[in-house]
């Protein structure tokens, strides 16, 4: 197994994590290397990640220069990751080693990954509050019944965490893109939580707002990425339909009813205006696509779970 820990200013938390760890994984019987990856910290994380490497070779590290971010910790880590398992657990110490195991447990069920669920938060209201509106909202829209979609403490079959392209703020809409990558069997167990040990927490309001506009995004990826005019197309329908349909109306009251069109009526605006709107939107989704078939022919990307025949060997993401 490879367990991928993002930290930032992790220093104090660290040694004891690295020791729930240890003895998780070898009371369960499991062979592991942990990659600490360095968030650009300005303490002594680094230290303490080159110390423990030093103690225990199975704890390996890499450092960024500055600060990147969670989603490209763990991008990099997903990268370096060779274990036919993955796991991800945050260096807090909110999160339970002693969870791993059970989570693989419930993996080894069947399915492709399994995310943690911090039933009992052991937060502030001023951060638990925003989180479950978050999670209800990300739960609406994307489909998945999952209660904690940024719970730090997951575990995946390999192949999925080579399958997704985390990047930004995304690593919240794991589980989303990988359903996205057909990985769908995904399941939910709940957790311990602990309160946090050392330091502070790294959560604002600037980043609670970047999860929602990185949820837009993730959406859009997921169903209009390959399909720009089914989006734009959709929209510009409805304006255009809406905005021809005023001005039709106006014109039935000029000519049956003698009623003047222009003046002071805004019908007549707001439905040139939706006339235009629409027409944009339609142009915008013919761009789209003018913009990705090439794309698309140059490259095709699709991955095949399994074979039977000549080379009946498992193949992975194939681009031609």
């Known amino acids: 197994m490879s367990i991928i820990v993002p930290a930032y200013e992790e220093a104090e938390s660290l040694p004891e994590l690295a020791d729930g760890l240890r003895v998780a994984c070898?009371?369960?019987?499991?062979?592991f290397q942990v990659w600490v990856i360095d968030d650009g910290s300005r303490d002594d994380t680094w230290a303490v990640v080159q110390r423990l490497h030093g103690e225990d070779p199975r704890f390996a590290g890499l450092r960024f220069r500055r600060n990147y971010g969670k989603s490209a910790a763990l991008a990099l880590g997903f990268d370096r990751a060779q274990g036919r398992y993955v796991a991800t657990i945050d260096a807090d110490l909110q999160d339970d080693p002693a969870e791993i195991p059970r989570l693989l447990n419930t993996l080894e069920e069947g399915y492709d990954l399994v995310s943690g669920w911090k039933r009992d938060r052991k937060d502030p209201l001023s951060k638990t509050?925003?989180?479950?509106?978050?999670?209800?909202?990300?739960?609406?829209?994307?489909?998945?019944?999952?209660?904690?979609?940024?719970?730090?403490?997951?575990?995946?079959?390999?192949?999925?965490?080579?399958?997704?392209?985390?990047?930004?703020?995304?690593?919240?809409?794991?589980?989303?893109?990988?359903k996205w990558e057909g990985y769908d069997r995904v399941a939910e167990q709940e957790v311990k939580h602990h309160p946090r040990k050392y330091g502070t927490t790294k959560f604002g309001t600037e980043r609670f707002i970047q999860g929602?506009?990185?949820?837009?995004?993730?959406?859009?990826?997921?169903?209009?990425?390959?399909?720009?005019?089914?989006?734009?197309?959709?929209?510009?329908?409805?304006?255009?339909?809406?905005?021809?349909?005023?001005?039709?109306?106006?014109?039935?009251?000029?000519?049956?009813?003698?009623?003047?069109?222009?003046?002071?009526?805004?019908?007549?605006?707001?439905?040139?205006?939706?006339?235009?709107?629409?027409?944009?939107?339609f142009t915008t989704g013919l761009l789209g696509e003018m913009i990705i078939q090439p794309r698309m022919e140059d490259t095709s990307t699709y991955e095949v779970a399994e074979a039977v025949g000549p080379g009946d060997e498992i193949a992975e993401v194939v681009e031609g």
């Open 26 to 31: 070898e009371e369960a019987g499991l062979s």
């Open 129 to 178: 509050i925003p989180s479950r509106f978050f999670n209800w909202v990300t739960r609406f829209f994307s489909g998945l019944p999952l209660h904690d979609f940024n719970c730090g403490l997951k575990v995946y079959r390999r192949e999925v965490v080579k399958s997704v392209n985390v990047y930004g703020e995304l690593h919240r809409y794991i589980p989303l893109l990988a």
């Open 212 to 281: 929602f506009l990185d949820l837009i995004t993730v959406v859009f990826l997921t169903r209009y990425a390959v399909r720009p005019m089914h989006f734009f197309g959709s929209i510009g329908t409805v304006a255009f339909v809406v905005g021809f349909g005023i001005n039709l109306w106006l014109s039935v009251e000029k000519i049956v009813f003698g009623d003047p069109i222009g003046g002071a009526r805004p019908l007549l605006l707001l439905g040139l205006l939706l006339i235009l709107f629409g027409s944009q939107m």
